[in-house]
């Protein structure tokens, strides 16, 4: 038994009077695919983005791989912001997938991926562009490394996108919905290099609307409604009847009929 | 500086209103014959809009002005020199105005008008009933904006002696030898009134806002 | 109507040298306004909420007030407060800050425009605020504000018409005294129209060529 790759501990999020997580308490296995779903508002993203540190937690906790993120808990219980070095240092074991893709219009695909390795890491160029190079023939893309984002498809562009995070080598990677902006037909080549990296093992939480996805590749299925975790577990027991009533609900508006046959 | 200074000041800004407007009114009507112009697809009347369009929004005011100032009298008409400004500014603004209009015609929506197309209208009420008043509010902004311009550049028929505020403050300003607080004066009264338009804008735009969908 | 524009032709080196003080003051004032409207706005952005509601109310009465007042304020009222300044001086400060302010809300746009994803992905990855800023928010606000920067330029060219009023020495001054000394003011003012059109045209043309090289850079409909 391995120490999880996330520990969540009393996590709370409030944008000035609403609360938008209450109370979360989840561990995420290493090496595991975790994946967050749940209705529109349910505070998923939030949730996500508290572990890329996109959002500050109200209060509680984040560990990632045994460190704390962002804050240190005193032995008196409150909370101290730490220095922003270390703050990035935990970071940096996270690489996170937007739903907008959130390229930067003026590099190449090539230079999306290589930058961080250039201005974070300090590698050469040449060393960069050879890593980078690396990770855009592992999302299939080794071919418009020199193409803009703006004349790559949707689903080029996210996959660049994921290559550029995982060119930093981090642990985890975080995908924020990341198929939501695609076209139906172009979901599928950034599904396959999610599964892909779920077969290498990599350690993955996943926002998705894609159920048939977390049920075939999640192994960890939680289930937020209204900024609260309501139970999380692997599919076989959360996606079985009798289920949770709340869910049922969900997924009989989000259920397409692909993914209920998976079910 | 004294209150009776100040007065003339607002006094002159009348002027400076009644200017503008006059010339931004007629301009505006000039600016819907050059954009129809444009988009007629018909050379014979897009090429002199267009040219017109493009002279008017290539050479500065001042030189427009002072070119209508000369040319007026030259080709034989006496008019006053409050007349040739108008015509100078009104001009001036119609070339910005109809591109400004060009791009909110060819903004509407194809299906709007393809929607009228089959519902039997005939291509002048589709022109008025349809593409006009979308334009319209597709373009209020930028009519206000360019109104404000105007309005800054109305100081420039001061050039040709016509008294509204900036000439009021420029002869008030050798008169008294307080040039810095007669010209802070006209900068605050300009200011005010281009902030009043700004606001009326705004306020015109969110009351159409919520009448279209 | 006698129209000969043969006199002005003879004095095409007097109309050089006023094309000569137009362009030098153009591009000194487009050079001006860009750096210190480029640290303006960074600074509102940055700096602030008091930087940004100063340098706010700064920008917004000078992009209220007619240029030419400004012009007068400066010309007439800085020897009152000991700033004596020749026509040219005066006419390029008045231009810089004129231009510094409309250049400073481009720029202003330009950084609300860059979308907040852009910077989030940047953090995610390790860069730092300074880096951030430096390599991905600037440049991509450089793209942003191109188009609005080259209008604004070609406006500015002819903004300087204004200075000849102060008797700045450029090519509407310039060309009008010649055409006052020879007789042939009509010719003259149509010759000056003729040239700031030229000028307008290619400036336009030029930009538009830079806007559609840079055209693949810009955002993609993601």
Redesign the interface.
């Known amino acids: 038994m391995t120490l999880p790759a996330i520990i969540i501990r009393n996590l709370v999020k409030r944008f000035g009077e609403t609360t938008v997580l209450q109370d979360i308490n989840l561990e995420i296995p290493e090496g595991k695919v975790s994946c967050l779903i749940g209705p529109s508002g349910s505070g998923k993203s939030t949730l996500l983005r508290c572990l ?3 959002e500050e937690s109200t209060s509680g906790m984040i560990t990632i791989n045994g460190e704390a993120l962002g804050f240190f808990e005193k032995p008196d219980g409150k909370r101290e912001r730490l220095p ?1 070095a270390q703050i ?1 240092a935990v ?2 074991q ?3 997938v ?1 739903q ?7 590099m190449t695909a090539l230079g999306n991926v290589s ?2 390795l250039k ?2 890491r300090k590698l050469s160029k040449a060393d960069a562009e050879e890593k980078a190079m690396a990770q855009l023939r592992k999302v299939g893309l080794e071919n418009r490394a020199g193409h ?5 498809s ?1 689903g080029q ?1 996210q996959r660049v ?1 994921i290559a ?2 995982l060119a ?1 080598e981090p642990k985890i990677m975080l995908f924020d919905e990341a198929t939501s ?1 695609l076209d139906p037909e172009l979901t599928g080549e950034v599904l396959k290099v999610m599964r892909d990296l779920a077969d290498e093992g990599m350690t993955m939480v996943v926002v998705t609307h894609e159920i048939g996805f977390a049920a075939t590749v999640g192994q960890q299925i939680s289930f937020l409604d209204h900024g609260k975790l309501l139970f999380s577990g692997p599919p076989s027991e959360v996606f079985a009847k009798p289920r949770h009533p709340r869910l049922d609900q969900f997924l009989d508006t989000y259920l397409d009929r692909g993914a209920s046959m998976l079910i | 500086m004294t209150f009776k200074l100040f007065t003339l000041l607002l006094q002159a800004a009348v002027s400076t209103i009644g200017i503008s407007l006059v010339s931004i009114a007629i301009g505006f009507v000039i600016a819907i014959l050059l954009s129809a112009a444009t988009l007629s697809g018909k050379t014979i009347y897009s090429a002199p809009a267009r040219l017109f369009v493009s002279f008017f929004r290539g050479v500065p005011l001042l030189v427009q002005l002072l070119l209508i100032y000369t040319l007026l009298p030259a080709i034989g008409l006496n008019v006053p020199s409050i007349v040739a400004a108008i015509i100078g500014l009104s001009l001036c603004t119609a070339a910005y105005q109809a591109e400004n209009l060009r791009g909110g015609f060819s903004s509407v929506p194809k299906g709007l008008i393809e929607a009228a197309e089959v519902t039997g209208f005939n291509p002048l009420q589709i022109f008025a009933r349809i593409q006009v008043p979308i334009a319209l509010r597709l373009t209020l902004p930028t009519l206000v904006n360019e109104s404000i311009m105007i309005l800054k550049a109305s100081s420039l028929v001061s050039v040709v002696g016509i008294i509204e505020l900036t000439k009021m403050a420029q002869d008030l300003a050798s008169s008294t030898y307080q040039p810095i607080p007669i010209f802070l004066s006209a900068g605050l009264v300009y200011f005010v009134i281009c902030s009043t338009i700004a606001l009326l804008g705004r306020y015109a735009e969110r009351s159409m806002a919520r009448t279209s969908a | 109507m006698m129209f000969n524009p043969q006199v002005i032709i003879e004095k095409l080196p007097e109309l050089g040298s006023g094309l000569f003080v137009t362009l030098l003051l153009w591009i000194a004032g487009i050079a001006g306004g860009v750096v210190i409207g480029f640290l303006v706005a960074t600074a509102r952005r940055f700096g602030g909420f008091a930087t940004n509601a100063v340098l706010g109310s700064v920008v917004e009465v000078l992009r209220g007030t007619p240029f030419l007042i400004q012009i007068f304020l400066l010309y007439y009222g800085g020897p009152f407060v000991g700033l004596m300044l020749d026509p040219i001086p005066c006419g390029l400060i008045g231009l810089t800050v004129y231009s510094a302010a409309y250049y400073s809300e481009i720029f202003r746009a330009g950084f609300a425009a860059v979308p907040v994803g852009h910077v989030e992905a940047a953090g995610c990855l390790g860069m730092t605020r300074l880096q951030t800023i430096r390599r991905i928010q600037i440049p991509e606000m450089a793209l942003i504000v191109l188009p609005p920067a080259v209008n604004l330029s070609v406006i500015l060219l002819k903004e300087s018409a204004v200075l000849s009023i102060i008797t700045v020495p450029e090519l509407t001054a310039t060309v009008s005294a010649i055409g006052s000394q020879q007789y042939a003011y009509l010719e003259a003012i149509f010759i000056l129209a003729v040239v700031y059109w030229a000028l307008v045209e290619l400036t336009d043309r030029l930009g538009r060529a830079a806007e559609y090289r840079l055209s693949r850079l810009r955002f993609s409909k993601a």
């Open positions: 890329a540190f996109l922003p990035r970071r940096a996270t690489g996170m937007f907008q893709f959130n390229l930067w219009p003026h930058e961080a201005i974070v803009y984002p703006s004349q790559l949707g562009q996108a550029r995070a930093l902006a």
